[in-house]
């Protein structure tokens, strides 16, 4: 009897520990502590003993929409209308400027995508009513965007009339969502800002020099976009490549107004963006003093700068870049001067004191009545 | 026992003279109104809707009908109560508008409660909590007590006079001995009665005020103040004597006899501090919840609070206290208007122009229907007062021997 | 002579004495059922939630009886554009108002009987005829009505209608909290249908613990106000919105009781019948002296 409970015990044991060994692999990687999520010491696969809903503190998984489900048959709630066909990847790639996949998939955990009723009761009537029941939360994440931009509340926009759905219609519905994503968006070049500062009544907004040349993705800035801001059958849209927008009407607050600036121009001055006039596009010469040629003008910013996004600033010192640079591996032809023999022998700080290229070079180590520019090291060439 | 020109005899007048066939054209206007308010429901005839319920059948004909009715009450207390028996001569006549009053208060809840068939309902199903229980049932007590009150006019007028027609005349003599001893027992007893009327009297006079308070903000703040009961008790015991007043003056100038003024400046030298203490509280409410704020505001609301306080108050209690009006019955009959007037328009604006519900669309304004059946109510006491005075022992001819005492006012205490 | 008089008027006022008493117990019993139970139910009415679909409207008429109509009508959104109040066809309406502070989409709101804590209703009606049960609904028994529309006088949220176009059985009409669905352990019909969930149906406390721990976790949704919880002493329906309560058709209410100050006064001067009993006791006392000072003046006389 006592070996068997101690084999019972054992048994158990084991298969707790490689249950949770089998989820651990991704997650228990992750530098956090097991509390923010679970409440109790050992969670297991079939007691994860997860914090109740809703979560505050949590972390979620985030996966490509290319990779989730294509289509989802919502049926579990069948009453005075049909299931819905609901074609999840779309929608996935809807959300990515507008939440993401916590947007619908809240407060899941880096465990399993849950099922939404394991949180959300399928009965109205229950104890706990401190979370919406299934059927109010499936609601929930569809109305808000749906009447958005329709204006509708129509259930059978999404709803089926309620009858036997076959297979081959199950199919065809299937077929037809098969691939569907949503159009390119297409993007302003400026958006001008009316707003009401005394420091400037004008923001300039060049979007695309943020997009293409800055390289920001579309969710730096546009975390949480509402559907309507592009579809809202009220609002007619325009092919402008400008876009002029009365901020001095927004009812937000300044905090959220500039939220999305100031997360890169912290260091800013308002002036920096707010002016009486339209400002100029980013000019590489004009805001850094740098002008970018031959070369790297066929740079991206990220070439120099890095892909960290604000930009590191970095001075004009070529090897500050250039680090392998020296007098064998430059061809200090690329300048536009071709060193004669005698010079290409010399060491670049020889001319180039301290290796400061912003100066001028000096000539009177070795030339008493020799300098720069009257007096060449070598032939000019075109560049 | 010697009440001297107390005299009250029925009056010998023809019925119908072209004043009271304009009044029976109104009252049968009255009539044809509310068939059709019997017929095809509230809505037909009124105005009233979800936002308004209560209009002018409640704010005239039942609110402002209670208080010009209070003359019965106010000069029971003085005659019978303090026993001041030179006011005797204007008893009847005041106990008959308060019965008439009454009665048509009772008419007015019954065409404009929605199941008037169920208008006995608030006898057995109590609601202590109530104003409107309070005074529906002190109301049907007191229309109960008036009537007994009444009673003994109808025995005085019948007693030895009895003459039933054809095959009843066989019972002139048993319904003489029935009358005999009715009026025996009441006047043993009446001095209940008249106690209880005023004590019934007090008690809704100022629970119709309390009416009004449980609509709290709905209620324009000149109007709502927790001491509107107090509010409508003083008004009510100020409007009373006025009422006689403005009653005996029109009564003996439409029948032809002379003023009693000897009896009515009396009484309105005790409308001045009647009227007065009310204003005091009335001004002294205004200052202490300063309301006066939104006096500045012109809008109805303002200046019918003015036009009330201003006419219905400050101008009668001025007039009241000059000699030349109280011996005037010109001035006299002025004063007393402008005081009835006054307090009819009180409980207009209490009822009607301060209560400014949310979610109306337009205000109320009575419909032709409610205005008509108003009017032809009035149209009714008037004529009914008028059959009363002429084929009742009420109204006093100056001058004659007294022949019958008012004998409830004796017999009881003595 | 005197004497004889003076035992009569004693006796009868002895008699009324005691039958006033008598009324007087009777009374003190004679106020409808009014309960404050601490279990009693109530609404959560989210109106950041709500997606103004009015299937609740639909879901009300359909459970009492009044023609409702197809329920794909009600998607017509046109009839928003004005602002309706319940009326005996249609005991909850939703009135649709401009975006709030956290969206830009319009803030719909729910209109019914708020089923208040301490009824003006319950406390006016001249008959008794509302009740406030123990699961928190106010309703009323048809029966004893009798169409005085008082209580449309008292309620400071203007909810009880009236049927003015009825000459026979005209009625008072409002939201019952559907008791006759919940006493068979249903909810209500508005509740049950909500396609989002916007009426949340729970005992009251908790509702009242849920509206505020919604409010604080999401401080940039919701105004810091929950519209009912003290509002006329308290109701059983409460509101979450994200704009200003006067803004969207509510009105301006202070935290005391409606019927408190009417009661008091009821109360004040009806306390037992003795304030009525010693006014008549003190006239009656004048009575007898004004009578006895005059005969005394006779007698002098004589």
């Keep these: 009897m006592k070996k068997i409970f101690a084999l019972l015990l054992i048994f158990l044991i084991t298969s707790t520990v490689t249950a949770q060994m089998k989820l651990g692999k991704e997650h228990s990687k992750l530098n956090i502590s097991c509390q923010t999520c679970h409440t109790c010491e050992v969670p297991t696969k079939n007691d994860p003993c997860l914090v109740v809903c809703p979560r505050e503190k949590m972390v979620t998984i985030y996966q490509k929409p290319e990779e989730t489900p294509e289509l989802i048959v919502i049926d579990q709630l069948k009453d005075r209308y049909g299931p819905v066909y609901f074609s999840h990847r779309l929608h996935a790639q809807m959300s990515e400027m507008s939440g993401g996949c916590g947007g619908c998939h809240h407060f899941n955990t880096t465990g399993p995508i849950l099922n939404c009723n394991s949180c959300h009761e399928t009965s109205r009537k229950r104890n706990d009513v401190s979370v919406p029941d299934l059927k109010g939360a499936y609601h929930r994440q569809c109305m808000d965007c749906h009447r958005e931009w329709s204006h509708s509340t129509a259930c059978n926009s999404c709803h089926l009339p309620i009858k036997e759905v076959k297979g081959t219609e199950k199919e065809q519905i299937a077929q037809r969502l098969k691939g569907r994503a949503h159009p390119v968006v297409l993007e302003p070049v400026k958006i001008l800002y009316r707003t009401e500062s005394d420091k400037g009544k004008l923001v300039t907004f060049y979007h695309d020099d943020h997009t293409k040349k800055f390289n920001l993705d579309c969710i730096s800035c546009h975390k949480q976009e509402s559907c309507s801001s592009c579809h809202d059958v009220n609002k007619k849209s325009s092919d402008s490549k400008t876009k002029v927008s009365d901020a001095s009407k927004s009812k937000l607050s300044f905090e959220v107004q500039h939220k999305n600036c100031i997360s890169c121009h912290k260091d800013d001055n308002c002036t920096r963006c707010h002016s009486d006039k339209e400002l100029m596009p980013f000019d590489h010469q004009r805001s850094t003093g740098w002008t970018l040629k031959t070369y790297h003008a066929k740079l991206t910013c990220q070439n120099c700068h890095g892909s960290k996004i604000p930009f590191a600033k970095i001075d004009k010192n070529c090897i500050s870049c250039h680090k392998d640079w020296d007098n064998e591996t430059f061809n200090h032809a690329v300048t536009g001067l071709k060193l004669d023999e005698l010079h290409s022998e010399l060491g670049c700080d020889d001319c180039h004191a301290d290796n400061n290229y912003a100066i001028k070079p000096a000539c009177d180590n070795c030339h008493d009545d020799l300098s720069y520019p009257k007096d060449l090291p070598g032939k000019l060439i075109r560049k | ?414 | 002579m005197p004497g004889k008089s003076r035992r009569d008027f004693l006796k009868s006022s002895a008699l009324i004495g005691a039958g006033i008493t008598g009324l007087s117990s009777s009374s003190a019993k004679a106020t409808p059922k009014n309960i404050l139970s601490p279990d009693r139910m109530g609404v959560l009415v989210d109106t950041t939630v709500c997606v103004g679909c009015r299937n609740c409207e639909w879901a009300c008429k359909d459970a009492h009886g009044l023609p409702a109509g197809d329920l794909e009508s009600y998607e017509n959104r046109k009839i928003l554009e004005q602002k309706r109040r319940p009326d005996p066809s249609a005991l909850t309406v939703i009135n649709e108002y401009s975006p709030g502070k956290y969206s830009n989409l319009p803030v719909d709101v729910k209109v019914q009987c708020m089923h208040c804590d301490h009824p003006a209703c319950v406390s006016a009606c001249i008959v008794g005829a509302f009740t406030k049960e123990e699961n928190g609904s106010v309703i009323w028994d048809t029966g004893k009505c009798i169409g005085c529309r008082y209580c449309m006088v008292a309620c400071p949220f203007q909810i009880p209608t009236f049927e003015y176009d009825k000459a026979i059985n005209p009625l008072i009409t409002k939201c019952d909290f559907c008791f006759d669905r919940t006493k068979e352990g249903k909810l209500p019909a508005c509740v049950d249908i909500c396609p989002v969930e916007a009426l949340t149906y729970g005992p009251r406390m908790e509702l009242v613990m849920i509206a505020r721990d919604r409010i604080r976790r999401n401080p940039d949704r919701y105004i810091n106000h929950i519209f009912g919880e003290a509002e006329v002493g308290g109701t059983s329906w409460l509101y979450l919105a994200s704009k200003d309560f006067n803004d969207l058709g509510f009105p301006e209410l202070g935290k005391d009781p409606a019927p408190g100050v009417s009661e008091s006064i009821q109360h004040g001067i009806f306390a037992y019948f003795v304030p009525p009993a010693s006014l008549y006791a003190l006239l009656g006392g004048m009575m007898w002296l004004s009578k006895r000072r005059k005969e005394l003046e006779q007698e002098e006389k004589i």
């Design chain 2, 1 to 414: 026992m010697n009440h001297e020109g107390l005299n009250p005899v029925p009056l010998k007048r023809k019925f119908f003279t072209p004043g009271v066939i304009v009044l029976c054209i109104l009252a049968l206007n009255a009539v044809v109104f509310l068939a059709i308010r019997f017929l095809f429901g509230l809505g037909a005839v009124t105005n009233l809707n979800d936002q308004y319920p209560w209009g002018l059948w409640i704010g005239v004909d039942v609110a402002a009908g209670v208080a010009l009715a209070a003359g019965g009450f106010t000069t029971a207390a003085l005659g019978h109560v303090m026993h001041r028996e030179e006011y005797a001569a204007v008893i009847r006549p005041a106990l008959l508008t308060a019965m008439l009053g009454y009665t048509f208060v009772a008419f007015g809840v019954f065409v404009d409660i929605g199941r008037w068939y169920y208008i006995w309902h608030p006898l057995i199903m109590w609601n202590g909590n109530s104003a409107l229980f309070e005074v529906g049932i002190c109301v049907i007590i007191y229309l109960a007590v008036l009537y007994i009150e009444f009673l003994p006019i109808i025995t005085e007028r019948f007693i030895g006079k009895v003459n039933l027609p054809g095959i009843l005349s066989k019972l002139n003599k048993i319904v003489d001995k029935i009358l005999r001893l009715l009026d025996r027992g009441l006047s043993k007893t009446m001095f209940i009665f008249i106690i209880a009327g005023v004590v019934l009297s007090t008690l809704h006079q100022s629970s119709l005020g309390t009416l009004m308070v449980i609509a709290g903000a709905k209620m324009h703040p000149l109007w709502q103040t927790p001491i509107l009961p107090l509010l409508f008790l003083l008004s009510a015991i100020a409007v009373g004597f006025p009422m006689v007043i403005f009653e005996s003056l029109i009564a003996s100038r439409s029948l032809n006899l002379k003023p009693e003024m000897h009896i009515l400046s009396k009484l309105g030298a005790m409308m001045a501090p009647l009227l007065g203490l009310y204003l005091a509280f009335k001004i002294g409410d205004m200052f202490i919840r300063e309301t006066f704020v939104y006096l500045t505001e012109p809008n109805t609301a303002s200046v019918m609070f003015t036009v009330e306080i201003l006419f219905g108050v400050v101008i009668p209690l001025r007039m009241l206290l000059s000699q030349r009006v109280l011996r005037s019955p010109a001035l006299l009959f002025t004063a007393a208007t402008l005081v009835v007037a006054g307090v009819l328009l009180n409980r207009i604006n209490n009822f009607i122009v301060a209560y400014t519900p949310p979610y109306a669309i337009e205000s109320y304004f009575p419909a032709i229907g409610e205005i008509s059946v108003t009017v032809g109510f009035v149209a009714m006491l008037v004529l009914l007062y008028r059959f009363f005075a002429i084929y009742f022992p009420i109204v006093s001819l100056p001058g004659k021997p007294a022949t019958q005492a008012a004998k409830y006012t004796v017999k009881g205490v003595k």
